[in-house]
């Protein structure tokens, strides 16, 4: 199968690259260094890459950013940046997907733990990851039969935890992390968020 995967060169991205290129062919996107440029804070530039990449079986998101800071602290713009990015960009990765994923097809997004564990300095951040799994569960009831749409929630990741100087066994490891993607592509399931946690 065709697997476009969008935020390859990151840490889970290139896990799950890693795990996926076993079985299927992997077109990489980013802003910079994969196989097709995208900003998925820019919907043009969405459209552009179903363009150029052609018809695929299956999608897989885990890019995108969100501000991270205190509440009295984010401003206008910090929420509107992480609203149309982190947001809106998996969303109309949604939305765009027509006649471009095979029908049975899925897409894959990526919310996180923040969506339900507050945390002081993640407002913008737990909203968004909010919104990612509410709008999965919509979707999916609304392209039943056309396209499966889950979304994945890591926990912290170990490697993440230790770039951060803290404790990596509190975490889970990239690599487990990316056995849920694949899950996510195999599974017949859809408008599933799937945790993927230290056990
Ligand atoms: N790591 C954790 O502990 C953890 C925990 C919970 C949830 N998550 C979520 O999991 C996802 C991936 O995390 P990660 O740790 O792998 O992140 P990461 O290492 O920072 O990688 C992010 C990837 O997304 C791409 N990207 C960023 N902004 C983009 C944009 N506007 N358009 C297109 N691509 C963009 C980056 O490449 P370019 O910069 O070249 O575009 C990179 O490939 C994120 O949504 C994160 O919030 C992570």
Excluded at 90 to 116: D, K
Excluded at 155 to 171: F, H, K, R
């Amino acid at each position: 199968m065709r697997v476009l995967l969008v935020g390859a060169t990151g840490l889970l991205g290139t896990e799950i690259k890693r795990l996926l290129e076993h079985r299927h062919e992997v077109i990489t996107a980013s802003r910079k260094g994969s196989d097709v440029a995208v900003d998925l804070s820019d919907k043009a530039s969405i459209v552009a890459l179903y363009e150029r990449v052609g018809m695929v079986g299956a999608v897989v998101c885990v890019g995108g950013a969100a501000k991270f800071k205190p509440l009295n602290a984010l401003d206008d713009s910090d929420y509107a940046f992480s609203l149309a990015n982190k947001l809106m960009g998996q969303v109309n990765l949604v939305r765009c997907a027509s006649g471009h994923v095979e029908t049975g097809g899925s897409i894959t997004l990526t919310s996180g733990t923040l969506a339900q564990e507050p945390m002081v300095g993640a407002a913008a951040v737990s909203i968004v990851n909010a919104g990612l799994e509410g709008f999965v569960r919509v979707a999916a009831l609304e392209l039943q039969g056309t396209l499966r749409v889950n979304v994945v929630s890591p926990g912290w990741v170990a490697e993440t935890l230790e770039s951060m100087g803290q404790d990596p066994s509190q975490g889970i490891a990239a690599a487990e992390v990316a056995k849920v993607y694949q899950r996510a592509i195999d599974e017949a399931i859809t408008g599933q968020t799937l945790l993927a946690a230290r056990s």
